[in-house]
């Protein structure tokens, strides 16, 4: 069964420190994997998306890495800020299907 | 920030009342989809569309249904609504990004926040 997981289910960290998301996948065959932040009350927005020759791709203060050897991504955010405080979603897409399986994501906080 | 719109925001109304959520994209993309998540929890697929005058069922079962008769415009209608139709309905456009690995990129509108009473 295709599935995404991802840990922690949430994370509070102190404001102008660093911190990695995990994402986990069993979605064969694998395609993209993106990572979406979704505010509040909003829709998703595209941080990031790796194809199967891509092992690490940066926007900003963040950076992803894939390792589609042990099917395992993460999300490393440098420096946090307040406005960092929301759900970071890993998403997977398989080869030949238009729909994507998605995690149910990191409820990340920045605290003052 | 994507061109993708939603209306309304957000909605509270009585059981049995039919509703329609709006949505519409102005970047001329052919794929659009309709996702149901509720608080805490992944976002299911409910019903999507390769281009006007298609349409199909996601992966999650849901008693709406969606038309596209233009390629900007893509509502979804409940008949008949009921407590259990309460959550948060993604509307979301794709374009197609060619490469060496092509995929469609999706860009998620706002949300329509739906509350059954």
């Known amino acids: 069964k295709n599935q995404v997981e991802q840990s922690p289910q949430s994370l509070i960290i102190l404001e102008g420190k660093n911190c990695t998301l995990q994402?986990?996948?069993?979605?064969?065959?694998?395609?993209?994997l993106r990572w979406y932040k979704q505010d509040t009350g909003r829709g998703p927005v595209s941080l990031t998306i790796?194809?199967?020759?891509?092992n690490t791709k940066s926007n900003g203060r963040y950076t992803a890495t894939l390792d589609a050897d042990t099917k395992q991504s993460s999300l490393h955010i440098t420096a946090s800020q307040l406005s960092d405080s929301a759900s970071y979603i890993c998403?997977?897409?398989?080869?030949?299907?238009?729909?994507?399986?998605f995690g149910t994501g990191t409820r990340l906080l920045v605290s003052p | 920030e994507a061109d993708i719109y939603q209306t309304p925001r957000y909605l509270v109304i009585g059981t049995g009342k039919k509703i329609t959520l709006e949505c519409s994209q102005t970047m001329g993309h052919d794929k659009m989809y309709w996702y149901q998540q509720d608080p805490g929890m992944e976002l299911h697929l409910i019903h999507y569309?390769?281009?006007?005058?298609?349409?199909e069922k996601g992966d999650l079962s849901s008693e709406s249904t969606v038309s596209r008769i233009r390629t900007e415009h893509f509502p979804l209608t409940l008949e008949s609504a009921r407590p259990s139709h309460t959550s948060q309905y993604l509307c979301a456009s794709s374009s197609l990004v060619q490469g060496l690995h092509s995929y469609n990129e999706q860009f998620f509108g706002p949300g329509t926040r739906l509350t059954v009473l």
């Open positions: 994402c986990n996948y069993t979605v064969s065959p694998f395609s993209n």
């Open positions: 790796m194809t199967f020759s891509e």
């Open positions: 998403v997977v897409s398989a080869t030949g299907f238009q729909k994507l399986v």
């Open positions: 569309s390769y281009g006007v005058n298609s349409t």
